[in-house]
């Protein structure tokens, strides 16, 4: 497939570097010096030039594209060049935005705009943060099969009682399956075994039924998962803050929003009625305090600046919050911001670039995440006749695929299946496996 991506900051390049692998991809980007250093980082072809340019998009070979993908920083521009593309090929269009107005016109216009796709930042990132703050412990969660399955990543702490324990030892959940171990450091997700220590400060992917998955966070963060979250805080108006503010109130969460902005804090009161919204300096330490930041099941730090995020979640965390979740803009920054306190780091363009990277893999796949380091992905595919597990055993049909692939549920006319060896797979069953990011492509083919 030949995928033309507009725009080379954070989000182009993660894209771009995500598909090169498997795709033909061209990258456009306005900046000469760019397009110079990733034409030697990647294995792309890239063009500099305006992407709204059509004489640029011929340079480009735009009528060869099956997809476009516009990921500059500016909405407009995104808009702008999927509506060229339209009209002068047949590309599959995908445009991301901030704003979450064009996404709600384009939600009642399908095809609005040029765009065949549209993906909002703020709203992913709102979307992200409410998962992880449903989930205490969790690093990071997707859902599958309409639900009935969760895949989740858990930070495993040193004094965890499941630190030092074997996978086989610590596999005590009837309905849930480790699909990969990241030890402390590793530049990889590997394929766990029996055999397989659990260490503390590692990484442990599991998927599995969603009350299994929580029975494990449980068992592994016994103090901090004791609790179901019902106060949380989220410091800064922002979009983003607005819409995990949204996403909170509807879950029955109780909410409480910090806005240093007076005419923001006012706007946000008439916006949110179920939400407390406070004006303040969410980084003054006598105001946290007065107003009990110490209750807070998890607090949201979103306010705009790297620099002012990070100060106000490490001074929540001081004052007794239990959690913080800190939005990152710099995606360099994030292991940076877990390292020194932080519980969560979510960084809105990464997010974004697995969201428009997931979305192209679904092609083949019914849903995708994608596990860092190293670019692994759980998928979710629907059994057909051509499958090499159809009629056949688990084991029987994963010997048919390449290494690193393990089988982690499977959901048949809506109810959950516990993957083993001898479970037979049938036609229709939707299946969810963790896959390496080398054999990626020819499993998902097999599958």
């Known amino acids: 497939m030949r995928i033309l991506v507009v725009g080379a900051g954070e989000v182009g390049s993660s894209i771009a570097g995500s598909l090169a692998d498997a795709h033909e991809v061209v990258v456009v980007d306005v900046d000469p010096e760019r397009v110079e250093s990733l034409t030697y980082s990647q294995d792309v072809l890239a063009v500099a030039g305006d992407g709204t340019d059509l004489d640029v998009l011929e340079e480009a070979e735009v009528g060869k594209a099956d997809v476009v993908i516009a990921s500059t920083d500016d909405d407009e521009t995104n808009l702008a060049t999927c509506g060229t593309v339209d ?13 979450t107005n064009y996404l709600e016109t384009w939600r009642e216009h399908r095809g609005a705009f040029g765009v065949d796709f549209m993906v909002c930042t703020d709203l992913l990132a709102a979307e992200a943060i409410v998962r992880v703050v449903g989930l205490p412990t969790a690093h990071d969660v997707d859902p ?8 989740a990543e858990f930070d495993v702490p040193a004094d965890s009682p499941l630190a030092g324990d074997t996978v086989a030892e610590a596999d005590r959940f009837d309905e849930l399956t480790f699909v990969a171990v990241i030890p402390e450091g590793a530049d990889h997700a590997s ?14 992917v599991v998927v599995g039924r969603p009350t299994s998955v929580r029975d494990f966070s449980r068992t592994l963060d016994p103090e901090s998962a004791a609790s179901e979250v019902q106060d949380v805080v989220v410091v800064g108006g922002s979009t983003t803050g607005k819409l995990t503010a949204e996403a909170l109130v509807d879950r029955g969460i109780s909410v409480r929003l910090i806005e240093f902005d007076e005419a923001r804090a006012r706007e946000l009161a008439e916006l949110l009625p179920d939400v407390t919204v406070f004006s303040h300096d969410a980084t003054d330490p006598e105001f946290l305090s007065r107003e009990h930041i110490q209750d807070a099941d998890v607090v949201v730090s979103t306010l705009g600046t790297d620099e002012r995020s990070l100060l106000a979640a490490l001074l929540s965390k001081r004052e007794g919050a ?11 920054y994030v292991d940076l911001f877990e390292t020194v306190g932080v519980d969560v780091a979510v960084n809105p ?8 990277t997931r979305f192209t893999r679904e092609r083949r796949a019914e849903n995708v995440a994608i596990i860092e380091p190293g670019g692994a992905e759980v998928v979710e595919v ?24 393990v089988v982690g549920a499977i959901t048949r006319d809506g109810e959950y299946v516990t993957p083993r060896g001898s479970t ?8 969810v496996a963790f896959v390496q990011a080398d054999a990626i492509d020819e499993v998902t083919a097999k599958l």
């Not at 394929?191 to 442990?204: F, L, M, Q, S």
């Not at 239990?322 to 360099?332: K, L």
């Not at 159809?390 to 994963?398: D, K, L, M, Q, S």
């Open 424 to 431: 037979r797979v049938e036609v229709g069953d939707h299946v």
């Open 382 to 405: 629907e059994v057909d006749d051509e499958s090499v597990l159809a009629g056949r055993t688990i084991e029987e049909g994963v010997s048919a695929l390449p290494g690193g692939v």
């Open 87 to 99: 009209m002068v090929s047949d590309a599959f269009t995908i445009a991301r935005v901030e704003h």
């Open 349 to 356: 363009r990464r997010v974004t670039a697995e969201e428009i």
């Open 191 to 204: 394929v766990p075994h029996g055999d397989t220590v659990i260490e503390g400060n590692a990484r442990v």
């Open 144 to 151: 599958f099969a309409d639900g009935c399955v969760e895949m």
């Open 322 to 332: 239990d959690r913080a979740i800190a939005v990152v803009e710099q995606a360099r």
